[in-house]
């Protein structure tokens, strides 16, 4: 069974800086697109960043330019660099892939991690 472990949450005061990193594990393929999502208290969960397996990125408008997603294919490993945070970055987030089980596979699999607490004090 594939998994996803986030760890590096924590609390930080507004300006800031965290460091994400979500690892797959289990027996897989390969794993292609992997991202980062939050959901804050009564808000709905919106993505943040996205990194294909070939490290085209894609972000969310209020996070561009201070936070920055990157990869290590080897190592199944995604990392979520967030600088300049701010109050309203306060959420849970929770590292997402998109895996083959086997090379013949039609189709991906989604996973999803367990997700960690960011919490930024103003």
């Known amino acids: 069974q594939v998994q996803l472990a986030e760890s590096g949450g924590g609390l930080v005061q507004a300006g800031g800086s965290l460091r994400l990193s979500c690892a797959a594990s289990?027996?897989?393929?390969?794993?292609?697109?992997m991202g980062w999502y939050r959901q804050a208290p009564g808000k709905q969960r919106e993505l943040v960043a996205i990194?294909?397996?070939?490290?085209?990125?894609n972000y969310l408008d209020s996070v561009k330019g201070r936070f920055a997603i990157s990869r290590d294919n080897a190592k199944k490993t995604v990392y979520l660099q967030m600088n300049s945070l701010k109050p309203d970055d306060t959420a849970v987030y929770s590292c997402?892939?998109?895996?083959?089980?086997?090379?013949?596979?039609?189709?991906?699999?989604?996973?999803w991690g367990q997700g960690t607490l960011v919490t930024v004090s103003s």
């Open positions: 990194i294909t397996r070939g490290g085209i990125t």
């Open positions: 997402n892939g998109h895996y083959k089980p086997t090379w013949y596979s039609q189709r991906e699999l989604e996973v």
């Open positions: 289990g027996s897989m393929f390969s794993i292609n697109d």
